[in-house]
């Protein structure tokens, strides 16, 4: 059983959030699990394990906090796809991260932190649902769910362009996955157009080459 994960190159997109208080010291210790974690999706196992353990502690400190816990879901679910072990095993480390994530996004439901620590949250679980292999893990029409409320947030117009840009290459990933060429050309479009000069621009660029004739 060989994965094929993709979301190494998508969570660069995350680099987007500007601390909404600068001295926040909640902002800056998810900057710092953020960077880590980033480099964790390039698929170096050495930084899989310093992601999983920078957030563990971020965990104590802020515990059952909802993005606390979508990046300790991610990080579980990346050492699942890339941990040397046989494929039921990684399954299992997969499955690990799944549980946390959709703990993350129960407590969405009562959380009275900023709003964009929610669509942070809610992105992060997106990606990771629509990346892993949908005949094993069956998550992707959840991953199309939660694409779906982002792009109809109510403050989806207020949001940083390069959030805006994310969610739409999230959606554009989402019709990717359903072979949707129409949709997937509309949100890479709406990509570069939102954020031109960022990082998920450059992946829409690529991706862009490849279904454009």
């Known amino acids: 059983m060989k994965y094929i994960y993709s979301v190494l190159l998508l969570f660069s997109a995350f680099a987007y959030f500007s ?11 998810i900057e710092i699990a953020r960077e880590i974690y980033l480099k964790a999706t390039d698929g170096n196992k050495r930084a899989v394990r310093r992601a999983i353990k920078t957030i563990h502690r971020l965990e104590r400190k802020y515990k059952n906090h909802p993005l606390v816990l979508a990046y300790k879901g991610g990080a579980l679910s990346l050492r699942g796809v890339n941990i040397g072990k046989r494929p039921l095993d990684r399954m299992r480390e997969t ?6 994530l959709d703990r993350a996004l129960r407590k969405l439901r009562g959380h009275k932190g900023h709003y964009l620590e929610a669509v942070e949250a809610r992105l992060v679980a997106a990606y990771v649902f629509i990346n892993l292999p949908n005949s094993y893990f069956h998550r992707l029409k959840e991953g199309n769910h939660l694409v779906e409320q982002l792009l109809a947030h109510p403050r989806f117009v207020d949001m940083p362009s390069e ?3 994310a969610i739409y290459f999230a959606a554009a990933t989402s019709a ?6 129409d949709q997937l050309k509309y949100y890479l479009q709406l990509t570069l157009k939102t954020d031109p000069d960022g990082k998920s621009s450059k992946e829409a660029q690529a991706l862009l080459k490849r279904v454009e004739p």
């Open 163 to 165: 959030l805006q840009a």
């Open 176 to 181: 990717d996955k359903h072979k949707n060429q």
């Open 19 to 29: 601390p909404v208080v600068a001295n926040d010291e909640f902002v800056k210790d």
């Open 95 to 100: 499955e690990q991260g799944l549980n946390v």
